[in-house]
T-cell receptor, first 113, second 114 residues
Framework: DAKTTQPTSMDCAEGRAANLPCNHS???????VYWYRQIHSQGPQYIIH???NNETNEMASLIITEDRKSSTLILPHATLRDTAVYYC??????????????FGKGTRLSVIA | SAVISQKPSRDICQRGTSLTIQCQVD?????MFWYRQQPGQSLTLIAT?????????ESGFVIDKFPISRPNLTFSTLTVSNLSPEDSSIYLC???????????FGPGTRLLVL
């Protein structure tokens, strides 16, 4: 079973920041938080991951709460091309084996012009 | 990052036949996985493809229905056998370098069974 809870869907106006929440209240100390997205008819695309510190890359920022029980993916300036299903996934760190990603239902983000 | 390609990208098959999907990674990877995505659903892990040994299947998936080969560190095949309309799905190959933190996905193979 997926260990995360996400809203089923969200809308965001083009050019505004999209903030996608994820609850992972049962996360273990050795588990990363990963975010992927799947644009229609494509394979999942890696976005970002983190353990306990906030992370930023060219695609997005990941904010993880201090207790690590929830996180938020931020797309700073959403475009129509960001319309996709976004998956929040927890997975053990590299030292804990080669566990594959287990996907939940994700959040369907619609960016509106 | 690893680049993954799959063949075919899509196919239409008759019930009772089989389809073999090929997955090629542009670099040597330790871990390869196969997922299924049924229409309108999320991804479900079918199995881990192990090099030189039998694949490790998830609950609900069996080798007779989904035989998998992994002859080397860059290539794997998934066969979906004795096709029925319920097998109509997208099948995705995925890979991760040993000890690596990021898992990459291929574009998927869209299968329609008539």
């Amino acid at each position: 079973d997926a260990k995360t809870t996400q809203p089923t869907s969200m809308d965001c106006a083009e050019g505004r920041a999209a903030n996608l929440p994820c609850n992972h209240s049962t996360i273990s100390g050795n588990e990363y938080v990963y975010w992927y997205r799947q644009i229609h008819s494509q394979g999942p695309q890696y976005i970002i991951h983190g353990l306990k510190n906030n992370e930023t890359n060219e695609m997005a920022s990941l904010i993880i709460t201090e207790d690590r029980k929830s996180s938020t993916l931020i797309l700073p300036h959403a475009t129509l091309r960001d319309t996709a299903v976004y998956y929040c996934i927890v997975r053990p760190t590299r030292g804990s084996g080669n566990t594959p990603l287990v996907f939940g239902k994700g959040t369907r983000l619609s960016v509106i012009a | 990052s690893a680049v993954i390609s799959q063949k075919p990208s899509r196919d239409i098959c008759q019930r009772g036949t089989s389809l073999t999907i090929q997955c090629q990674v542009d670099s040597q990877v330790t871990m390869m996985f196969w997922y299924r995505q049924q229409p309108g659903q999320s991804l479900t892990l079918i199995a881990t493809a192990n090099q030189g040994s039998e694949a490790t299947y998830e609950s609900g998936f069996v080798i007779d229905k989904f035989p998998i080969s992994r002859p080397n560190l860059t290539f794997s095949t998934l066969t979906v056998s004795n096709l029925s309309p319920e097998d109509s799905s997208i099948y995705l190959c995925s890979a991760r370098e040993g000890g690596g933190e990021t898992q990459y996905f291929g574009p998927g193979t869209r299968l329609l069974v008539l």
